[in-house]
């Protein structure tokens, strides 16, 4: 099945600096997803990507869906204290049935020393 | 807030019973998705429905079934629980289309089995 390699796992970092963290995936895309996860709560949607090539920006948040459609990237700038949690990307298949389905990357866990 | 409610959010019971978690998706949203979130698993697509039929199944086990009603409210209904049944379950609602991308989680409902 579709397998999510997201990168690093875990980031510790000051707070004022920039983030980076990347997904890649063993098959193709057509949708790209970033979530946001707070301890004990839901993910939260932070960004959609539909088209490869596209660089779509939230705030202080960038995200890329992949010319290959086989990654996506998110980039934090300027980090606070409440970027903290785990970030996870997501990709949605092309054909029918299950292919709809979201798949998850395992996360990235962001700590940020004030 | 991202209009999708499930009740409970905390279920703690004993190996063999049965449990069913609720959920209610965002208002004009017609598919409901299940995961399973663990520590070593992270999160696990289980099931999808849409407009109250099922649409596409992940890794759900048999010992688990769901159903959404005809006000668009869904159930899963967990039994003969194991201790590795334990995990955070999510609900996510997305728009009008089958395959819609943008999911939108509720809360949760923390499952420990004991």
């Known amino acids: 099945g579709q397998q999510l390699n997201q990168s690093p796992q875990s980031m510790f970092i000051q707070e004022g600096e920039d983030v980076s963290m990347n997904c890649t995936s063993s098959s193709i895309f057509n949708t790209w997803l970033w979530y946001k996860q707070d301890p004990g709560e839901g993910p939260v949607l932070l960004i959609a990507?539909?088209?490869?090539?596209e660089l779509t920006s939230n705030g202080r948040l960038t995200a890329q869906f992949g010319i290959t459609r086989k990654d996506s990237f998110l980039n934090i700038s300027a980090s606070i204290p409440s970027d903290v949690g785990i970030y996870f990307c997501?990709?949605?298949?092309?054909?029918?049935?299950?292919?709809?389905?979201?798949?998850f990357g395992k996360g990235t866990l962001l700590t940020v020393n004030p | 807030d991202s209009g999708v409610t499930q009740t409970p959010k905390h279920l703690i019971t004993a190996t063999g019973q049965r449990v069913t978690l609720r959920c209610s998706p965002r208002s004009g949203d017609l598919s409901v998705y299940w995961y399973q979130q663990s520590l070593d698993q992270g999160l696990q697509f289980l099931i999808q429905?849409?407009?109250?039929?099922?649409?596409a199944k992940g890794n759900i086990l048999e010992r688990f079934s769901a159903q959404q009603f005809p006000d668009l409210h869904s159930e899963l209904n967990l039994s003969s629980l194991e201790l590795g049944d334990s995990a955070l379950y999510f609900c996510a609602s997305s728009g009008r289309g089958p395959s819609s991308p943008k999911q939108f989680f509720g809360p949760g409902t923390r499952l420990t089995v004991l």
């Open positions: 990507l539909y088209k490869a090539g």
């Open positions: 997501a990709g949605q298949g092309s054909g029918g049935g299950s292919n709809y389905k979201l798949t």
């Open positions: 429905y849409y407009n109250g039929e099922e649409r």
